[in-house]
């Protein structure tokens, strides 16, 4: 039930400061333990999450990311792509203009990293084959 609430427009809030990112974790390793009904001190979280096969909430935000930019690039959400501060350049690549406010450096456009993609990923020819050979350690 909090899984939908945390990542409800996940893509647009997605914090960036590092104490918001650490707070939203805490959040959900309280739920893994809650899960497993294990409150020792001594028990590890993280073997706890590997156990339940939940990756860190800052990755999940992270491909949701990608997968919106994806989206948006194929035309599948109503949002222009040809705006002042995302402009096609070449090998799919975008161009994005440096601004020196620091709203705009942590917001969607310049923390999706689509330029950082391999081509052969960008060029998916269907949204479930580009969500499925995202790699891992990427996000």
């Avoid at 990112?21 to 001190?41: C, M, P, S």
């Avoid at 590890?44 to 990608?66: G, I």
């Avoid at 969607?108 to 060029?123: A, M, S």
Wanted: overall charge positive; glycine content about 2%.
């Amino acid at each position: 039930m909090c899984r939908s609430v945390f990542e409800y427009a996940s893509p647009v809030w997605d914090p960036y400061l590092q104490r918001d990112i650490d707070n939203l974790e805490h959040t959900q390793h309280k739920g893994a333990r809650f899960v497993l009904r294990d409150f020792r001190q001594r028990s590890s979280v993280t073997s706890m999450l590997q156990y339940l096969k939940w990756e860190p909430l800052a990755e999940r935000r992270t491909k949701a990311r990608l997968i919106i930019m994806y989206r948006i690039i194929k035309g599948e959400i109503a949002i222009p792509n040809d705006t002042a501060d995302l402009q096609p350049g070449r090998r799919g690549c975008f161009i994005q203009h440096t601004h020196c406010y620091q709203q705009y450096k942590n917001s969607f456009y310049p923390r999706t990293d689509w330029n950082l993609l391999p081509p052969k990923l960008k060029d998916s020819a269907t949204l479930d084959s580009f969500s499925n050979r995202l790699p891992v350690c990427y996000y």
